[in-house]
């Protein structure tokens, strides 16, 4: 349970935010929806309770879990990095080879992770088949959908 986490410096920033908010306004907030629920009586039939019971258990478990995550959080600096390799924090500039689509994925920590915004996991199958290759290369992938190839056509650390 110990094991490092890589991350981003944007990364900490977010979960550190979501730790905030998750602190200071939703649990706050859960705690009197429970007293509100309360003062209605029965509990045995209360739905508002135990609904508010396992709002609050969600939310302390996500507050725990990031508070695990964080203070094993080692976070990188993409900026700070250089080289001809693909490495953690890249933005990886990729033309599918089939389609001929090209796409830009950074990679980043498994928390930060979101396919929306073109953030892969760096445990995904698509960056541990990237990692330490470099521009020009061929890598073949196999994906959930699919075995897939993308040519590496930029390595970008910003």
Same mark, same amino acid.
């Given at each position: 349970?110990?094991?490092?986490?890589?991350?981003?410096?944007?990364?900490?920033?977010?979960?550190?935010?979501?730790?905030? !908010? %998750?602190?200071?306004?939703? %649990?706050?907030?859960?705690?009197?929806?429970?007293?509100?629920?309360?003062?209605?009586?029965?509990?045995?039939?209360?739905?508002?309770?135990?609904?508010?019971?396992?709002?609050?258990? %969600?939310?302390?478990?996500?507050?725990?879990?990031?508070?695990?995550?964080?203070?094993?959080?080692?976070?990188?600096?993409?900026?700070?990095?250089?080289?001809?390799?693909?490495?953690?924090?890249?933005?990886?500039?990729?033309?599918?080879?089939?389609?001929?689509?090209?796409?830009?994925?950074?990679?980043?920590?498994?928390?930060?992770?979101?396919?929306?915004?073109?953030?892969?996991?760096?445990?995904?199958?698509?960056? !541990?088949? %990237?990692?330490?290759?470099?521009?020009?290369?061929?890598? !073949?992938?196999?994906?959930?959908?699919?075995?897939?190839?993308?040519?590496?056509?930029?390595?970008?650390?910003?």
């Amino acid at each position: 349970m110990s094991e490092k986490v890589p991350m981003t410096p944007e990364g900490q920033a977010r979960l550190r935010e979501e730790l905030e !908010r %998750l602190k200071k306004i939703e %649990l706050p907030q859960v705690v009197k929806d429970i007293s509100v629920a309360r003062d209605h009586g029965d509990l045995s039939e209360n739905a508002e309770y135990h609904a508010a019971k396992e709002r609050q258990g %969600l939310i302390v478990a996500r507050i725990t879990f990031i508070e695990q995550t964080l203070s094993r959080a080692e976070v990188i600096d993409p900026s700070k990095l250089s080289g001809s390799k693909i490495q953690f924090g890249a933005r990886v500039k990729l033309m599918n080879v089939d389609s001929d689509e090209e796409v830009v994925y950074q990679i980043v920590g498994p928390e930060e992770a979101d396919i929306k915004q073109n953030r892969i996991s760096v445990s995904s199958p698509l960056a !541990r088949g %990237l990692i330490g290759r470099e521009v020009g290369e061929e890598v !073949r992938v196999v994906m959930p959908a699919g075995p897939r190839t993308y040519e590496i056509l930029e390595i970008i650390y910003a």
